[in-house]
């Protein structure tokens, strides 16, 4: 049975407007503050996580895989991460605590399990992070005769990341309010551009429309088993590629108005997810052949920045000036936005088990604004990885990067379905599940969390899995690949018999902890919202 839609939620945290956290002094230099505004949280639910894989490395995928299975692995992952998302929506809207995701698993499935996904997450952001930062460096190199050196590009990334992320966390919401402006155009422009150049506007007026479904092909490959190989290419490209949920998930327990303002946001990821990756697959589909020179010679040559963007080789071959250019400057700070979003990320989940007691209690420590310096400070430091690059080549390293980021990614969806299914059963057993009225709901669950969970499961088996193929092997492959998976299992299985805690019951599950501090917070909020009587007051506080 499902719940009766909560049309008006009155919710607000004992972080008071513009918090600095709990009353209590001493607890005042341990929990991080709700500044965040309604617009920051919902541009950064649209567009937080879009970077390199948008814009330059569908190309490659699409020469991998062919116009047909991109679209269909993308549109299949796709889905999943829907159903993942709902999974996270559903019980964060309802209690949207710092770190919600891993606290939840801590509190529904195991100590252990929500210890280790919590340290996987942040290997997994961290990843990611350096990813960024070694591409930012790529794209940089475009317009360079010479390229940088590696370091220089990769100095500047990290400096300038710890000075948006140190002292406030809404100099982070505002610069990704922006940036994520920045990156939505440029889908506009892109989706446009493909439009336009297949209908014949181009110089060349060459109106090729899907020509590059039939000739070279919707698939690459002839055999059955050279197209299975392309399928999978696409599904695990998209496996990285795709993400979301977990974002936000982490950015509510920085929210300003949680309870309103992530059920909003968590409505808007399958029109994120249908526009930002379906769409694009599709556009990449029709501007480049899977057989293009001009991407393939960039791409097996390392080129720089945007040069391996199907966008740009398509411009390229129709002979489109000046776009390149600006293609590869809206990539740029899509890329620096993304790094930026994954910097918070991993600042925020070392914190968040800290305050868990499961990180070392220095991480607790927050400034006056209420940012976790301490866990930005270790951040940075694990950001220097993307040095890495100097002396092994960026190609080298951004495999790596994606091997880690993909299998973390890929247990953190499967923690999260069981963490849902754990948590509806213990509403029922409580008594709460047909009682209660919740600011989310979802038709999709709990049969959607068992699918999502079946899928992210398969797919993180098989991430690996052209090392076991003749000729394949590779150790650091089969580590990148696997290493997340294996030490998650063995980090929850070493908690729990050095903690003696197992499953939690469902008639144990805390399910109360943190509401009364949420109430109060909204309370007071709506305190504040009655004394702005004034109409343009209200009509600005709602924008902002």
């Known amino acids: 049975m499902e719940y009766k839609e909560k049309k008006e939620p009155s919710l607000h945290s004992t972080w008071g407007i513009h918090d600095v956290g709990p009353p209590n002094a001493n607890e005042h230099a341990k929990h991080i503050s709700r500044k965040l505004n309604r617009r920051q949280v919902q541009m950064y639910s649209i567009g937080g996580v879009i970077g390199t894989a948008v814009f330059i490395t569908l190309g ?52 252990g399990v929500g210890m ?7 290997l997994g952001m961290i990843g990611l992070l350096c990813f960024e930062i070694t591409n930012f460096g790529n794209v940089i190199d475009f317009w360079t005769s010479e390229p940088l050196h590696p370091a220089i590009l990769t100095s500047v990334c990290i400096v300038t990341y710890a000075l948006i992320h140190c002292w406030d966390s809404r100099w982070f919401g505002e610069s990704e309010f922006w940036i994520v402006l920045v990156k939505i155009l440029l889908l506009i422009l892109c989706l446009f551009y493909t439009l336009c150049t297949m209908c014949g506007a181009n110089p060349l007026h060459d109106a090729y429309g899907f020509r590059y479904w039939r000739d070279p092909g919707p698939v690459v490959g002839t055999t059955r088993s050279e197209q299975l190989r392309a399928f999978l290419s696409a599904l ?131 400034n006056r604004n209420g940012v976790p310096y301490v866990t930005v400070v270790v951040t940075i430091a694990f950001a220097c990885l ?33 963490t849902y299914i754990r948590w509806q059963k213990a509403m029922e057993v409580q008594g709460l599940w047909y009682t209660e009225e919740l600011p989310y709901t979802s038709k ?75 109430e109060e917070h909204e309370n007071t909020l709506l305190q504040s919202d009655i004394v702005h009587t004034n109409v343009m007051k209200r009509t600005f506080n709602w924008i902002l």
């Not at 190609?395 to 379905?417: E, H, R």
């Open 236 to 366: 695990l490209g998209a496996s990285f590629a795709v993400a979301g949920p977990d974002m936000l998930s982490i950015i509510s327990g920085e929210a300003r108005d949680p309870r309103r303002v992530m059920p909003i946001a968590f409505r808007t990821v399958f029109v994120r997810l249908f526009v930002f990756f379906v769409l694009s697959t599709l556009a990449v589909g029709i501007v480049i052949s899977s057989e293009d020179q001009i991407l393939l010679d960039a791409i097996n040559n390392d080129s720089a920045g945007a040069a391996q963007s199907p966008y740009v080789a398509s411009m390229i071959r129709l002979k489109v000036s000046v776009l390149p250019h600006l293609v590869n400057a809206a990539i740029a700070t899509s890329i620096y936005s993304a790094g930026s979003a994954f910097f918070f990320n991993s600042a925020r989940t070392l914190h968040g088990l800290a305050m868990k007691g499961m990180g070392p209690p220095v991480f607790k420590r927050v």
């Open 60 to 111: 490659k995928q699409n020469t991998e895989a062919g116009p047909l299975f991109l679209l269909l692995g993308y549109s299949f992952w796709s889905c999943i991460i829907y159903l993942v998302n709902e999974c996270v929506a559903v019980p964060t809207s309802r209690l949207p605590v710092e770190n919600a995701f891993v606290d939840f698993a801590v509190r529904y499935v195991s100590p």
């Open 444 to 518: 999709f669950l709990p049969w959607g969390a068992w699918l999502a969970l079946f899928c992210a499961t398969i797919v993180t088996l098989i991430n690996g899995y052209t090392v076991f193929l003749d000729g394949g092997w590779d150790i650091a492959d089969f580590i990148f690949a696997y290493f997340s998976p294996i030490c998650f299992v063995v980090l929850a299985l070493v908690y729990s018999i050095i903690k003696r805690e197992g499953l939690v019951s469902p008639e144990n599950a805390d399910l109360h902890s943190g509401m009364r501090e949420i």
């Open 386 to 418: 993307s040095y890495l690059q100097v002396g092994n080549g960026s190609a080298k390293v951004l495999d790596w990067f994606i091997g880690i980021s993909t299998a973390a990614q890929l247990i953190t969806w499967c923690v999260m379905c069981v």
């Open 116 to 122: 280790s996904i919590g340290y996987n997450y942040f």
